[in-house]
């Protein structure tokens, strides 16, 4: 049985935070801490030594005071991550209508 990891607050926000960098969900700068603040329900002390350990990974940098840090993209790349979806009809005759077969169409692209 592997041993149980207790992570403190800081280190739980900087592992959601590193999971949306990697899968590209913040653009090219990080949120300002207000705004983390309010998006994770957390304190400032907590998102500001989340944010550090991402610098010290290499995964941010601070760009100084007042201004959002830059992300680094990770030296092999972000590996695209795949996205199912389902459409529920409630009868079988909606599923032969123009804007399913349009819709199923677009997203098999």
Known sequence: MKPVTVLSAAQQVAEHLRAELLRGGFG????????????????????????????????LENQGQ???????????????????????VFDAVDRGVDYMLELRHQLEM
């Open 28 to 59: 090219k700068t990080m949120p300002g801490v207000p705004t983390l603040m309010a998006e994770l329900g957390v304190s400032q002390k907590t998102v500001m030594a989340a944010l550090r350990i991402l610098e010290k990974e290499g995964l």
């Open 66 to 88: 007042g201004l959002q840090r830059r992300i680094v993209p990770p030296k092999g790349g972000v590996k695209a991550s795949s996205l199912r979806v389902a459409l529920l």
